[in-house]
């Protein structure tokens, strides 16, 4: 690649805002008492940890640390369940302000967000702007880092930099000190499986990857190396996202669900999950799959081909469609006996929402549009607001988790 068609680097362009223990932050502006304690955010009793509160931290407690090792080293940990729909709530407040103090946000994911620069704003003061909006909405249980620098990957590093409540700026031209100070693995997207990757072609620090030739780069780690050469020197570069090309659901379920109508009632939170994410993603789905995983020889894998379709009666009718052929392939004594322990619910064959003829299938249009309706109301006045009667009884099967995958857009899994 030329780099003399790439668009050369400038400091200061973007603003990278990470919220400072995100989970465990919101638990604190829910309960001001839990101030400058130490608290966990954990999805289950006896799982792992989600998030910790910095003075947990100051205790060595990590994200993913199981419960039984984090109270061996810190005894007065409060631990708390997680709640995502209270952190979303959040996070879309946030995300609210950030677009009332500027236009070019980016969610990046549930705790942290892209800036581009306008050219009339001033870097620094837009980040102080954002401190001070945050005080003001939340106190002091919300805080955040901020990081500005010539592009995004650049701005995260020195969100990283200096935490909690930090404001760091890289300039281009401090890069090979800055180098000289990190490892490999501070920078994002290098892993511990890749970090031997580069050791293995003699790159061990930033400063050996800085001071690289690109194409040395592409040539022995393949696109990989020359992204990250290229983000290490400032460059914005535009990368294409992947489309989704499947969307699924799953849940285990906890022993309370494990009879079949216990299971259903999971299966229809998981097909109204799946049905909300395709209509955000604006794609449809050609082939549905139900995917069952019971004690003894009843699991189960089926799925069936329909027509482009992503509303929840459309979605909901297949899947119990689905559903109910397996039960009928069941004695009644085996279907007395069965205990279903996971349930997986799996849209294939997507393609994009405006390459779907819905006027072809009218029925399908009033249901699409109904459940466009819904969605409407749920997102301005609250997750399951208002929801279809085969959805009303759902209660606690399927509880809501946040994916954190940075690329991918905000929901709930």
Not at 361 to 385: C, H, K, M, Y
């Amino acid at each position: 690649m030329d780099l003399s068609k790439l668009p050369p680097p400038v400091d200061r362009r973007y603003l990278f805002v990470d919220m400072n223990s995100f989970f465990a932050s919101c638990e604190q502006l829910a309960d001001p008492r839990l101030q400058d304690r130490p608290i966990a955010v954990i999805a289950a009793p006896n799982s792992c940890i989600l998030a910790a509160s910095y003075p947990a931290k100051a205790f060595g407690l990590k994200t993913g640390m199981p419960t039984a090792e984090a109270r061996a080293l810190c005894p007065k940990l409060i631990l708390k369940l997680s709640r995502p729909r209270y952190y979303m709530q959040i996070h879309y407040q946030i995300m609210r302000l950030l677009n009332d103090l500027t236009p070019r946000v980016t969610v990046k994911s549930i705790d942290e967000a892209v800036i581009r620069i306008c050219r009339n704003e001033e870097p620094s003061q837009l980040a102080q702007a954002i401190k001070a909006r945050l005080y003001q909405e939340f106190g002091p249980a919300i805080r955040c880092s901020i990081g500005i620098a010539a592009n995004p990957f650049l701005a995260k590093l020195a969100s990283n930099l200096q935490k909690p409540n930090g404001l760091t700026e890289i300039q281009l031209l401090e890069m090979p000190r800055l180098c000289r100070q990190l490892h490999l693995t501070d920078l994002n997207g290098i892993s511990r499986p890749m970090f031997r990757q580069f050791q293995a072609i003699g790159i061990n620090r930033p400063l050996d990857l800085w001071q690289a030739e690109p194409e040395y780069l592409r040539q022995r780690l393949g696109l990989v190396g020359w992204r990250l050469w290229l983000n290490l020197h400032g460059y914005p570069i535009q990368w294409s996202q992947r489309h989704l090309v499947s969307a699924s659901h799953s849940h285990v379920l906890p022993p309370a669900y494990r009879s079949l109508a216990g299971a259903e009632l999971t299966l229809a939170r998981l097909v109204q999950k799946l049905g909300l994410r395709l209509r955000r993603a604006k794609r449809t789905t050609q082939r549905q799959t139900l995917m069952v995983r019971a004690l003894g020889r009843y699991s189960h894998v089926s799925w069936l081909r329909s027509a482009p379709l992503a509303d929840d009666l459309g979605l909901r009718q297949n899947f119990t469609w689905l559903w109910q052929n397996w039960q009928a392939s069941l004695t009644a004594f085996e279907r007395s006996q069965v205990k279903v322990i996971q349930l997986a619910v799996i849209a294939q064959d997507l393609i994009p929402l405006q390459a779907t003829s819905r006027s072809l299938w009218p029925e399908q249009e009033r249901r699409w549009r109904l459940s466009q309706a819904l969605d409407l109301i749920n997102d301005r006045f609250g997750v399951d607001t208002i929801r279809t009667g085969q959805n009303w009884h759902q209660g606690s099967s399927a509880p809501d988790r946040i994916s954190l995958n940075a690329l991918s857009p905000i929901e709930f899994e």
